[in-house]
């Protein structure tokens, strides 16, 4: 005879035929499926935790490494942008540099190679460069970089300016200036 | 509950545990050795962060002449990182080298595993030179290595 609890009464039936008794089922087993599984859950879920742990910090060092490639893209572009035509570029804002090439006695092939480089296997581009005044009052200018890959990474530069040293009107650069990572769209 | 129900409880029991302390274990492993990556990366980023204010401390106090050109302002860069930076915490590895236009500084920092930076510093970009364009060295210093005593 089996019995139920129910709220109101208890029902009591005979067992049918082919059903095992509750009290001979037993509990051991159920028991230890239960534990089984609490016990493969809970290190399930520290391994998923040091997936995640490990999946955050390569994406960092990966983000790092690509600040470090346009990093060195920007004292690259910096550097030329010094050295090339006495820094004559570095007054004018970008859209106008095609203009100011004559100017600045700069050859088209230079100011095409200005705007475009490599560090290591990694290539890039200048996609802007803006002064924030005209000619030598400019005491700072913005330079943003792309990187020419799968993900055309840009970030922003400050490039620091003050008249040139060797008394010649023109700006010289004393610092660059990180200003981070500024996606990755085209 | 009779016998074969009990061993068959036991042994799923026992197989259950010595699976989950497996990978319990393992995954404590990866977690300490995120952590200690973790801190190397903190610990270059350190590093990269401390190298452009201290050429420009450096070059505020005793900046080389400009006229001698990016080369020797390069090696002078050089110089001055190889003195100035932090000190290197346990097991990571410092090169300081002149890059092979001979006119960059290659600041190249690795821990253990694949965790490895590099940026390069121009002179130029630091008002040290560049206003004549110099020539080119034909080909790199020897690097100047640093190496902490522990490892990581």
Same mark, same amino acid.
Not at chain 1, 52 to 80: C, G, K, P, W
Not at chain 1, 118 to 127: A, F, H, I, K, W
Not at chain 1, 140 to 146: F, G
Not at chain 2, 49 to 59: G, R, T, Y
């Given at each position: 005879m089996v019995c139920r609890a129910s709220s109101w009464f208890r029902r009591c039936s005979a067992p049918r035929p082919g059903h095992v008794r509750a009290a001979e089922r037993g509990f051991a087993l159920p028991i230890a499926v239960a534990g089984a599984l609490v016990l493969l859950l809970g290190s399930s879920s520290l391994q998923l935790l040091s997936l995640?742990?490990?999946?955050?910090?390569?994406?960092?060092?990966?983000?790092?490494? /690509? +600040?470090?490639?346009?990093?060195?893209?920007?004292?690259?572009?910096?550097?030329?942008?010094?050295q090339t035509g006495g820094g004559c570029l570095l007054a004018k804002a970008h859209d106008a540099w095609?203009?100011?090439?004559?100017?600045?006695?700069? +050859?088209?092939?230079?100011?095409?190679?200005?705007?475009?480089?490599?560090?290591?296997?990694?290539?890039?581009?200048?996609?802007?460069y803006q002064p924030d005044g005209h000619g030598i009052e400019a005491s700072?200018?913005?330079? +943003?970089?792309?990187l020419l890959a799968e993900r055309p990474w840009r970030a922003a530069y400050r490039l620091a300016l003050v008249p040139s040293s060797d008394g010649q009107a023109a700006l010289q650069i004393t610092a660059v200036q990180e200003q981070g990572l500024r996606g990755a769209g085209a | 509950m009779n016998l074969a129900e009990v061993i068959v409880a036991a042994t799923l029991l026992l197989s259950a545990s010595s699976g989950a302390a497996q990978m319990g274990a393992a995954s404590a492993a990866a977690l300490q050795r995120s952590r200690v990556q973790a801190a190397a990366v903190e610990q270059i980023e350190a590093q990269f962060?401390?190298?452009?204010?201290? /050429?420009?401390?450096?070059?505020a106090q005793h900046a080389p002449d400009p006229g001698a050109g990016c080369a020797a302002a390069a090696q002078w860069m050089q110089q001055q990182l190889q003195g100035g930076l932090p000190p290197l915490p346990a097991g990571l590895q410092r090169q300081l080298s002149i890059a092979a236009?001979? +006119?960059q500084v290659q600041l190249l920092i690795a821990a253990s595993g694949s965790l490895r930076r590099t940026r390069l510093l121009h002179p130029a970009a630091f008002g040290l030179c560049g206003l004549a364009a110099a020539p080119a060295r034909a080909e790199s210093d020897e690097p100047i290595e640093e190496a902490s005593d522990a490892t990581l």
């Open positions: 995640q742990n490990r999946a955050q910090l390569h994406r960092v060092v990966q983000r790092q490494q /690509i +600040e470090d490639l346009l990093a060195s893209a920007a004292q690259q572009t910096a550097a030329a942008l010094q095609a203009h100011a090439a004559a100017e600045c006695a700069i +050859e088209p092939q230079v100011l095409k190679d200005l705007q475009q480089g490599q560090v290591g296997s990694s290539r890039y581009r200048l996609t802007a700072s200018a913005q330079l +943003e970089l792309q | 962060l401390a190298s452009a204010p201290l /050429i420009a401390a450096a070059a236009s001979g +006119e």
